[in-house]
């Protein structure tokens, strides 16, 4: 099992000013401090740090079940997150951990809000299902996409 980060050649085009989800360059903002978790380095963003706000689609084609969401991105390149602990990032609570196919639709019945902790635990079980071939883990409150966990 393994934490992923957006993948850098998608977070650079971005940071490049290229156009996101959504057809629109992605916003600078600077960060609070207060919980913006980037989804390419899976730490949180620093207070003063610059940071751009952006529609993120985590899936490969626009398609039914392709959620467009808003997501945060170190301004400045930084270094690909993930691996086999959980990322700073995911630092809710609480998150939703859902289940995908090999056709990158919503495999029903493996959806549900996890304690933080229990994340690995509960990817584990999900990704032994020979349905499911990689999880999201989204917001428990606004269900923007955090990572991915692959097999």
Same mark, same amino acid.
């Given at each position: 099992?393994?934490?992923?980060?957006?993948?850098?050649?998608?977070?650079?085009?971005?940071?490049?000013?290229?156009?996101?989800?959504?057809?629109?360059?992605?916003?600078?903002?600077?960060?609070?401090?207060?919980?913006?978790?980037?989804?390419?380095?899976?730490?949180?963003?620093?207070?003063? /740090?610059?940071? =751009?706000? %952006?529609?993120?689609? &985590?899936?490969? @084609?626009?398609?039914?079940?392709?959620?467009i969401g808003?997501?945060?991105?170190?301004?400045?390149?930084?270094?690909?997150?993930?691996?086999?602990?959980?990322?700073?990032?995911?630092?809710?609570?609480?998150?939703?951990?859902?289940?995908?196919?090999?056709?990158?639709?919503?495999?029903?019945?493996?959806?549900?809000?996890?304690?933080?902790?229990a994340i690995? /635990?509960?990817? =584990?079980? %999900?990704?032994?299902? &020979?349905?499911? @071939?990689?999880?999201?883990?989204?917001?428990?409150r606004n269900?923007?996409?955090?990572?991915?966990?692959?097999?």
């Open positions: 099992m393994r934490f992923s980060a957006i993948p850098t050649e998608q977070v650079r085009h971005y940071q490049a000013g290229g156009p996101d989800a959504n057809g629109q360059v992605p916003e600078r903002a600077v960060s609070d401090g207060g919980g913006n978790p980037c989804r390419h380095c899976l730490c949180m963003v620093p207070k003063g /740090a610059a940071m =751009l706000v %952006l529609a993120h689609r &985590p899936f490969p @084609a626009p398609q039914p079940y392709a959620e808003p997501i945060f991105l170190c301004a400045d390149p930084c270094e690909a997150g993930g691996g086999k602990a959980l990322p700073e990032s995911l630092a809710s609570p609480d998150y939703i951990v859902r289940g995908y196919g090999m056709d990158n639709r919503i495999v029903y019945g493996t959806g549900g809000v996890v304690p933080t902790g690995p /635990a509960r990817a =584990l079980e %999900l990704l032994a299902d &020979p349905r499911v @071939a990689f999880l999201h883990v989204r917001s428990a269900t923007c996409f955090q990572c991915r966990i692959d097999g």
